[in-house]
């Protein structure tokens, strides 16, 4: 068995001004709201004046981010035990505190159906392009790491849980969220909530990029890797828009939906923008990122 070194007693200590040390820094300063503490009374108000259809949307979106809260909850384990294998101590000391806010936001929405009254199975909302998303491909690509701890599989899971769930898919519906309530005044406590997660995984998004761009920087013939499994995901985003869209042209808010698929592809071209800056950097510069180059709020 291979002696194990103990960092933090060594002459390296903790790298105190690394970008994953003082992601884990801000996390605990920043991510101590607590969902039990967010008031639903008027949204309970609120929900009682919605027409049906405008009652279906809005549990369309709760009901893919509750599961796909529960999902990402599950499949995290595989990557933290990864960096920890690699003895990427600060990585793993972050990777802690992202763990522990993708349960929170579980508990969030959940605790929003609840106000609600809406206590029913509403897995209908799960549709086929969603269920291949979250159902196949983010638990096959986050378990492969528990036998492969590759730098090809570490980018795949980063690819697929960092940019693209959180990066695209999660963004998109924070987007849509403020659109459909903000806009109409309606629903104060699950906005709350939204503007909680939406730090939240700014954060958790700002480490899958320092992590792609740390492996890029290694090793450079994973840019076009990660290109071409962003490239392959894309469709996916697309359709799970137009699903949302259901053909409409108006949104049941009064909004226009041609908005938030251009909100998405924005936000895919963004993410492949954002690690294409990993070209040509050292391995230091890597290391010394800040907040507002990978965009944490």
């Not at 076009?224 to 053909?247: H, S, Y």
Request: aromatic share 10%; hydrophobic share 40%; charged share 25%.
């Amino acid at each position: 068995m291979e002696k194990r070194t103990i960092l933090t007693t060594s002459k390296r200590g903790l790298l105190e001004d690394s970008f994953p040390y003082r992601l884990y820094q801000k996390a605990k300063r920043l991510g101590t709201w607590n969902p039990a503490d967010i008031d639903f009374s008027k949204d309970q108000q609120d929900w009682k004046t919605l027409n049906p259809v405008q009652k279906q949307d809005i549990l369309r979106l709760i009901s893919q981010f509750q599961a796909g809260e529960e999902a990402v909850t599950l499949d995290l384990l595989p990557l933290i035990m990864a960096i920890a294998k690699e003895g990427r101590l600060e990585e793993e000391m972050f990777l802690t505190t992202f763990l522990y806010e993708e349960a929170k936001h579980t508990e969030f929405f959940r605790l929003v159906l609840n106000a609600l009254g809406e206590r029913g199975d509403l897995s209908h909302f799960h549709t086929e392009t969603y269920q291949k998303i979250f159902y196949e491909i983010l638990p096959t690509t986050m378990e492969r790491l528990i036998t492969d701890q590759s730098p090809e599989a570490i980018a795949e899971a980063s690819v697929v849980y960092n940019m693209f769930v959180e990066g695209v898919l999660a963004e998109t519906g924070y987007y849509s969220f403020y659109e459909a309530l903000e806009k109409s005044n309606i629903m104060p406590g699950l906005l709350e909530g939204i503007g909680n997660l939406k730090k939240d995984e700014s954060r958790h998004i700002g480490y899958g990029t320092f992590l792609l761009q740390r492996l890029i920087c290694e090793h450079p013939h994973l840019f076009d890797f990660v290109a071409a499994k962003m490239a392959e995901l894309t469709p996916l985003a697309i359709r799970l828009n137009q699903e949302g869209i259901d053909g409409r042209e108006v949104s049941s808010f009064g909004g226009n939906p041609d908005d938030v698929m251009n909100f998405t592809l924005k936000q895919l071209s963004v993410r492949m923008e954002v690690l294409a800056r990993a070209k040509g950097k050292k391995i230091e510069e890597i290391y010394r990122l800040t907040d507002s180059e990978i965009g944490v709020l």
